[in-house]
């Protein structure tokens, strides 16, 4: 029975320190990060994921959309009521049929799915030169060591090296497969104003857009890893509590 407890203890713990989208290995080696949200214990740092949403909000979301996100999830990072409603209604959606069966635009509702650049994928690949920028919020979850890969990869443009020959729209990044990638170099430095006054550098919007999409790839992390503690000091305690039932049973015939 020990054994068999222990056994679930550390399969509990395995899980819960498994990183999201570490659950496979391919492509180009990154470098490792050290992550708030890392660890049994880890948790989303706010201010960075509050940050990483300006980032999406005023670079990323040009191009690639985060289609499980609605704007009432952005309450989880901080953002009270009144915030989550302007940012909502900052966004066009289309809604409908209405009396006369017609579909109609509107404001965004804090309800609402966070709003799509593009119509569709064909017109989302018109724009960008045959590419579909791929739906963000399972990135992290989409790429093994996904937060590793994300901040490597925006971080990894580069004047390509002279005895590489580059094909024609293609940018060089040191981290992407292959090294040639469609997407041009997304973020530079001061590319967004923080309202926090922290220094918009290259490695920093990197950092946070990356805490911004680790959340909104798992937003229940921090639930399951609570869950997944006390469902092992539960087993702690049963555990110790069989024992000494076990010792006082067998008692009266050790002796």
């Not at 660890?39 to 994921?49: H, P, Q």
């Not at 309800?111 to 064909?122: C, L």
């Not at 724009?127 to 739906?135: E, I, K, L, R, S």
């Not at 918009?200 to 503690?229: N, S, Y």
Request: a negative charge; hydrophobic letters at 45%; glycine letters at 8%.
């Amino acid at each position: 029975m020990r054994k068999l407890v222990s056994r679930s203890l550390t399969a509990i713990a395995l899980l819960l320190a498994l990183p999201a989208g570490a659950n496979a290995a391919e492509g180009v080696a990154v470098p490792k990060q050290d992550w708030s949200f890392s660890g049994i214990f880890g948790t989303f740092d706010r201010a960075a994921a509050q940050r990483g949403f300006q980032v999406y909000k005023e670079v990323c979301s040009t191009c690639h959309g985060a289609y499980h996100l609605s704007y009432r999830n952005l309450a989880d990072l901080g953002f009270n009521e009144a915030e989550v409603k302007a940012i909502a209604a900052g966004y066009t959606v289309t809604d409908g049929p209405n009396d006369d069966g017609e579909m109609f635009e509107r404001p965004a509702e804090p309800s609402d799915k966070f709003a799509r650049p593009f119509a569709n994928e064909k017109a989302a690949r018109f724009a960008n030169g045959g590419a579909y920028p791929p739906d963000l919020s399972l990135i992290v979850k989409a790429r093994p060591n996904g937060a590793d890969y994300l901040y490597a990869l925006l971080t990894g443009y580069q004047e390509a090296p002279a005895d590489v020959t580059m094909m024609e729209g293609m940018n060089y990044n040191a981290y992407f497969p292959g090294h040639q990638i469609a997407m041009a170099q997304p973020i530079y430095p001061d590319g967004v104003t923080y309202a926090d006054g922290t220094a918009a550098t290259i490695e920093q919007q990197a950092r946070d857009i990356t805490t911004f999409l680790a959340w909104a790839a798992e937003p229940e992390m921090e639930r399951r890893k609570q869950m997944g503690i006390s469902v092992m000091l539960f087993l702690i305690v049963l555990t110790g509590l069989a024992y000494g039932s076990m010792r006082k049973i067998w008692a009266d015939v050790k002796k």
